[in-house]
């Protein structure tokens, strides 16, 4: 820059010593512009360029007409003039530019050594005028310029790569006009082959990634491909990195690397690329002039992506400002710019975001008023016309499920039905246009009755469905509401068909390569497809063992993925090293807690988080590549497949396995033996009855002010009696020979206690508790996969380890959150350890601390609160010290791989560490016991709700006695739970016959302290044994 400076001034002094006139006056002028805009491209000062273009039309003037290098200073002033329009948005410059540009065009001979440039810059100018005003002359003219220039230079031409990349970028703005594919694909392949011809230090490099990007994500939004789309951000990322950190072309980068990465965030729910679009957003607005002319795709890029950060993490403030910044995009465009329908668009679905919220009509309002400005403005020629319409529609459409009103319900099914025939048969929208279409006919159908309405709606469905390119989750939704049509008729058949494939579909929009967080946010929209599929498949007469394979295969999706990154694979190692080296590489690097930079903007290097990203999405098309050939190998051909059916009762050999399925078409029992599979039918259980119960006034804490006695008489009733009648389970063992069953409640069904139903009264027969000992599982393939997992070998004279957690106090909560009785819990355990050949470890009451013992550690106990988070149930948490800066959450948990030498048993004396109270997540159990499992541990005892202090110690004693009685088995520790919860039941029926038959009120013993950070009264009728549970094999 020194030597830049000097040079500038050293010119500075020709021109003042240079007399007019005089014959090198124009090229010392030249010389001085010419150093000025280099300064200005490297400082950004804009001073420099004002300079550059003064001296610029000195230089003209200062030449004849018919001097040879006129058409060169012409060009030049153009060029600065469209360099200043690019800050400043002044179109008299723009304008300039492009007569001067023209003039040097038209003057130049079809030889002349610069004609390809001046053909270039033009093209530039024009395109810029088309984005500013919309003429498609404009852009016509450029596209002819950009060609004209490619044809006017050699192949080997140090400028060929510009003019590549000029037509390239020229060509994609057309295809926006046209929906020309051909445009499309030609734009992509010149781009590529001007970064062909560019050095990888080259200054223009960023430009021409720019380009590539730019149409490789139009492609995307056209066709659907993620390829395109994560090579676009790759591109444009990359392109970013290659200009400094405050030139202003680096804000280009930014608004379309923000752009692209809301777009991968729209079709893989990651939360990290559209937190980083957020951000990369923010920072080019920063970088903006106020006058530039790139302010109104910023705003539009960032009110865009602030609005998807409302739908996915719910802040108001996100919303609010994303209205605001819309509002500011569509105020600072004049009303022809090609930007402005976009703008209007998001805008309407932000207010009808806040509608959604807020219930505002004023807002909902608005947004019709708005989205039909964009229809309004949209030439009907235009590609995304259907967009628009389509747009529109939505909001109509909402308003009539406000208001009731027809006439809106009406023109929004006009609006569909124009956007699908508008819509080509291989755009990516179009299945999203079907589906809104087929939603908004069912609606008519409801309100009209008309058959014809009906059957347009499946058939739009149907039609969608089979659509090419369409996005996975798109695709399941329809054939969800094909379905439920079909369903509503008794077409069980095709109905189970839609739904089986759909089922099929989960795995797919929740890939190995995303975060755990990602995969909830996008599997919570499908809760309850299984049980559907399931229920449907038994409608339409299909055989148990189908039906169950559809639950095990869409039920416990992210868990399945785990269980299946960390099964085992001794025989894998022992017949196919290879094989196996390279599946437990990828599956290390897959199984890995995806971690992000600091910041999410690059800067001088590859951006750590995409370059992550991209390392994981080929780790995961590789493991799917090494999975395909591990099958092909003899012997392994069912590796990573749904267990068969003779699998499925090779589990119940321990004893029989009871899969309780609900949904709005029938609720039954898979009854799992080792001879069969069969189905109990439950008449008495309905959906609307369970989220009655669940979702009633009591919905605060289950076990806290509701009648406990007749849900459990009730789960008795409608579930489990009809299941163990079916088992031959109808008396109490005649001795201590107790039958054992695992219980998998689907849905909103794991949040209650059916362990624990039955008449409870004194010699009462009548419950689950005095006919069998209950475990339960997330799936039948979680207890196979448990069960594969060897126990740790104790060859060493030394003890196992047991790490012992008391936390009496814990920072942050309020008094009343003592609990006296964990340290009793904890020392009672300590004296145990010596006859269970255990060493206790009392570490740190820090999670580091903590986890760090966890790959040595036999058994795991903790006594202290936990914490339930129905919004994140990932962030459920056992509290230790630093709970509040670094929690022990269910998702730390499960990101732990401890199966390589597994750990035998987690004791979780605290509140709520098997409830999961996210509805949307009932089918994948995100809780701390299952997190626990998922880590490794055999076996986890864990609680639904809260539990009372005193009574953690009774139980616990109980289960550890009968682990010393009986060695650390896997029935031991089921049995010992059962023999506790059944010894503290058994003493409550007897103290409340007592004071009933005293006719005193009773009262209250030990302590009602509850383990957890909500605290609930004495009930009128206490079932404190009620919420422990055990999780095992």
């Known amino acids: 820059m020194d030597g830049l400076n000097r040079s500038v001034e050293a010119a500075e002094r020709v021109v003042e010593a240079t007399p007019p006139g005089h014959p090198d006056q124009a090229t010392h002028l030249n010389n001085l512009g010419i150093y000025l805009t280099e300064r200005f491209t490297l400082s950004s000062s804009i001073g420099d360029l004002h300079r550059a273009i003064e001296v610029a039309d000195m230089a003209i003037k200062a030449v004849p007409q018919n001097h040879p290098d006129r058409l060169r200073y012409l060009d030049n002033l153009g060029t600065r003039l469209g360099m200043r329009f690019d800050i400043t948005g002044s179109m008299d410059d723009l304008n300039r530019a492009i007569e001067l540009v023209n003039t040097s065009v038209e003057a130049a001979q079809p030889d002349h050594p610069n004609r390809g440039r001046f053909l270039c810059n033009l093209a530039i100018w024009l395109c810029r005028r088309f984005e500013g005003i919309g003429l498609m002359d404009d852009l016509d ?126 079709m893989t729910g990651s939360m990290s690329d559209l937190n980083r679009s957020v951000e990369v957003s923010d920072v080019a607005l920063k970088l903006l002039l106020p006058d530039s002319p790139s302010q109104t795709a910023c705003l539009h890029v960032l009110a865009m992506c602030l609005s998807r950060r409302f739908d996915r993490a719910g802040s108001v403030d996100d919303l609010d400002r994303a209205i605001e910044v819309a509002d500011l995009a569509v105020k600072i465009t004049s009303w022809d710019h090609p930007e402005r329908t976009p703008c209007l668009d998001t805008l309407a679905s932000c207010l009808g975001r806040r509608f959604d919220q807020t219930g505002s009509i004023d807002d909902l309002n608005r947004a019709v008023d708005v989205a039909d400005m964009a229809v309004k403005a949209t030439p009907q020629d235009h590609p995304f016309r259907a967009s628009h319409w389509d747009a529109l529609g939505v909001w109509l459409d909402r308003r009539f499920d406000r208001t009731g009103s027809m006439d809106d319900l009406n023109r929004a099914i006009q609006l569909a039905d124009m956007a699908v025939e508008a819509a080509p048969p291989d755009h990516m929208e179009r299945a999203s246009f079907l589906n809104n279409l087929g939603c908004y006919l069912d609606k008519r159908f409801e309100r009209a009755g008309s058959m014809d309405d009906l059957t347009r709606s499946v058939s739009c469905f149907r039609e969608g469905w089979n659509c090419p390119g369409t996005p996975t989750s798109i695709r399941i939704r329809l054939a969800l509401s094909a379905a439920a049509t079909y369903a509503s008729q008794s077409n069980w058949e095709e109905s189970s068909q839609l739904l089986e494939d759909a089922v099929e579909l989960l795995p797919a929009v929740s890939p190995r390569s995303s975060s755990h967080n990602d995969k909830e946010h996008v599997l919570a929209s499908f809760v309850g497809l299984a049980s559907m599929a399931a229920a449907v498949a038994l409608n339409a007469g299909k055989d148990a063992y189908h039906a169950l394979k559809l639950l095990e295969l869409g039920r416990g999706i992210i868990a399945n993925l785990l269980m299946d990154m960390r099964g085992n694979v001794s025989d894998l190692k022992q017949m196919h090293p290879d094989l196996a080296e390279e599946f437990v590489s990828l599956r290390d690097e897959l199984d890995s807690p995806a971690g992000s930079p600091t910041s999410s903007v690059p800067n001088n290097g590859a951006s750590s988080l995409e370059s992550q990203a991209k390392r994981r999405r080929e780790a995961d098309q590789k493991f799917s590549e090494v999975i395909a050939k591990i099958r092909a190998q003899p012997g392994f051909g069912s590796f990573f497949l749904p267990p068969t059916a003779d699998e499925l009762m090779a589990a119940a050999n321990l ?341 009933m038959n005293a006719t005193l009120p009773r009262r209250a013993s030990g302590s009602t302290k509850v383990r957890d950070v909500v605290y609930c009264e004495e009930d009128a009728k206490s079932f404190d044994w009620v919420p422990y549970v055990h999780f095992g094999v």
């Open 141 to 266: 003219r450029a596209v002819g310029a950009a060609d004209m220039a490619v044809k006017a230079v050699s192949e080997d031409s140090s400028s060929r790569a510009n003019y590549l990349s000029i037509l390239g970028n020229c060509l994609g703005r057309r295809y926006e006009q046209t929906d020309s594919l051909h445009d499309l694909d030609r734009a992509i392949s010149v781009a590529e082959l001007s970064l062909k011809d560019t050095g990888q230090d080259s200054i223009h490099r960023a430009a021409y990634l720019t380009t590539l990007g730019m149409w490789l994500g139009r492609r995307s939004d056209r066709t659907g491909s993620k390829v395109d789309l994560d090579r676009a951000v790759e591109v444009t990322d990359m392109a970013v990195e290659a200009v400094p950190p405050h030139h202003p072309n680096r804000a280009i980068g930014l608004i379309n690397l923000g752009m692209w990465l809301s777009r991968r965030f729209d």
């Open 655 to 995: 004893g029989p396995i009871i899969v309780v399925n609900m949904s709005l078409y029938r609720c039954d029992a898979f009854v799992v033996e080792r001879h069969r599979i069969s189905v109990v039918e439950l008449p008495a259980l309905t959906q609307e009855e369970v989220q009655k119960r669940i979702h009633g006034p009591h919905s605060s804490r289950l076990a806290a002010s509701f009648d406990m006695g007749s849900l459990l008489e009730w789960l008795w009733d409608a579930i489990c009696r009809p299941c163990l009648d079916a088992l031959g389970f109808k008396d109490p063992p005649s001795d201590d020979d107790w039958p054992r069953v695992w219980w998998i409640p689907t849905r909103l069904l794991s949040r209650l206690p059916l362990h624990a139903a039955g008449h409870h009264a004194v010699a009462s027969a009548d419950t689950v508790m005095d006919r069998v000992m209950s475990s339960y599982a997330s799936s039948i393939k979680a207890l196979i996969q448990g069960r594969r997992h060897t126990i740790r070998d104790h060859t060493s004279p030394e003890p196992d380890s047991a790490v012992l957690i008391a936390m009496r106090e814990t920072p942050n909560l309020s008094g009343s959150a003592l609990l006296p009785f964990a340290i009793d819990e904890i020392d009672m355990l300590a004296a145990l350890c010596p006859s269970l050949r255990l060493k206790p470890i009392m570490p740190p009451l820090r999670k580091d601390e903590v986890l760090k013992h966890f790959p040595t550690c036999k058994i795991f106990h903790f006594a202290g609160h936990g914490k339930s988070d129905p919004a994140d149930p990932s962030r459920s948490c056992l509290l230790l010290e630093d709970w509040k800066t670094n929690p022990l959450t269910a998702g730390a948990l499960r990101d732990h791989r401890l199966q390589d030498n597994p750990p035998f048993f987690a004791y979780l004396s605290a509140c709520s560490t098997g409830a999961n109270e996210a509805d949307r997540l009932a089918d994948e159990g995100v809780h701390l016991v299952h997190a626990f499992q998922l880590a490794g541990f055999r076996h986890v005892i864990g609680t639904l709700w809260e539990v009372r202090d005193k009574h953690c110690v009774d139980v616990a004693r109980e289960v550890y006695k009968t682990m010393q009685d009986e060695g650390m088995t896997d029935v031991a520790v089921c049995r010992g739970l059962h023999r506790a919860v059944r010894a503290l039941r058994d003493s409550r029926i007897e103290m409340e016959s007592q004071e």
